[in-house]
């Protein structure tokens, strides 16, 4: 890491759908008690995507705010993380490219591993600026979470964004240096080709997840890293936000330490407003929990927060970020409430239809419908090309 005011998070924005379904909607449609998704799950509504969204539009409608605050002349690359891939060949960063009219002279790449894949840019982003302090890294996360219909993970969809610029002297958050690893190769959650929803053993991925956490954190103190009592807050991969707890109150069990209910709900507590209402996206869910924290939080000048970021199959990695002074004046608190309350409540019927539509595979002319209200949209598939729009 360079010297002086270290590399890490510089600004900070998400996006998210135009719908959402409320799980009272669901509860009603299903006949399930609502406590289970309110408390058990620790779930209240999830985005749904127009029939005009995807990762593309999402990633763009998330880093286009960054774009515009701070210019694209020192952004040399964009590291696009996505597992709900549009395409094997071509990566959905070189569509953001073009909509949020990037220089040519960048390098754009998609990075996979499951809800992981956003950490892996970060950190391939820390190393990028580390060779080269005058550059900017755009990191993009961006997913739409999608079960069968009538499955135990339909409860847990959700669809989110988020954009993150990696840069020297960062004005929201230094990403320390030494890092946690844990790789295993389990199938507790996969996505074949052939299949637009995503097939999940929920108790093996559970265990999973519980195993990376412990692997990770062991690495960490061997690495030299922060005790566990340093860190004011944690961001956990979520899920579903119960799933965090369940992954912190490990954590503390493992460490020796206190597990009282009030201690977990302070590291925790503030960092699952977005995931809540949002449901899970994928890549994007462990800095939906960092942008709920940094809206919420009394001052966090100074302060270490943990962040755990897992991936299914699996891979995780435990690292530190401390906050910067003057932080809260680059905070987009107000635009990341209105993204979320501005969103169109679905009945179940007019989410199940966008549910289970699908692009004809004929190479065809197949338009979209006009549905999305915002900058950019998925307008059609035309000889078995994407054609987006900027409005």
């Given amino acids: ?220 103190s061997e690495q030299g890293g922060r005790a566990l009592e340093d860190f004011a807050a944690f961001c956990y991969h979520q899920p579903f936000t119960k799933m965090a707890y369940k992954a912190h109150r490990h954590l503390l069990n493992y460490c020796g330490l206190d597990t009282d209910k009030d201690v977990i709900e302070g590291h925790l507590g503030l960092t699952t407003a977005y995931n809540r209402v949002i449901g899970n996206s994928y890549t994007a869910s462990v800095y939906l929990g960092l942008a709920a924290l940094l809206d919420q939080a009394d001052d966090l000048t100074g302060r270490s927060i943990g962040f755990l970021s897992y991936g299914s199959g699996s891979v995780a990695e435990f690292f530190a970020g401390q906050v910067v002074a003057g932080y809260r004046e680059q905070l987009r608190t107000a635009e990341h409430q209105q993204v979320v309350e501005q969103r169109k409540p679905l009945d179940y019927a007019g989410y199940r239809e966008l549910h289970e539509r699908s692009f004809p595979t004929d190479g065809g002319d197949h338009p979209t419908p006009v549905q999305t209200s915002g900058a950019f949209r998925l307008a059609a598939l035309r000889g078995h090309k994407r054609i987006y729009e900027r409005r």
């Avoid at 840069?167 to 295993?184: C, H, K, N």
């Fill in 1 to 220: 890491m360079a010297s002086g005011s270290g590399i890490g998070i510089h600004d900070l924005s998400f996006a998210t759908t135009e719908f959402v379904l409320p799980h009272t909607a669901l509860a009603e449609y299903n006949g399930t008690e609502i406590g289970k998704y309110h408390i058990g799950i620790g779930q209240e509504s999830m985005s749904v995507p127009a029939a005009d969204e995807d990762i593309v539009t999402l990633g763009a409608a998330a880093a286009a705010p960054i774009v515009a605050r701070h210019g694209s002349e020192k952004i040399r690359t964009v590291v696009f993380a996505t597992e709900s891939s549009i395409d094997q060949a071509k990566s959905g960063g070189v569509y953001v490219h073009s909509l949020l009219g990037l220089p040519s002279a960048a390098r754009v790449v998609e990075l996979k591993q499951a809800c992981y894949g956003a950490t892996a840019g970060l950190q391939f982003a820390l190393g990028l600026v580390a060779r080269d302090p005058s550059q900017q890294v755009l990191v993009i996360a961006s997913d739409v979470s999608k079960y069968e219909l009538d499955s135990p993970g339909e409860a847990t969809q959700g669809a989110a964004a988020v954009a993150m610029l990696v840069s020297a002297d960062p004005a929201l958050v230094r990403i320390e240096g030494p890092s946690g690893l844990f790789t295993a190769d389990v199938m507790d959650f996969w996505r074949p080709n052939y299949r637009d929803a995503a097939l999940v053993d929920g108790q093996e991925s559970i265990n999973a997840y519980l195993q990376a956490v412990e692997g990770c954190w062991k690495d960490y």
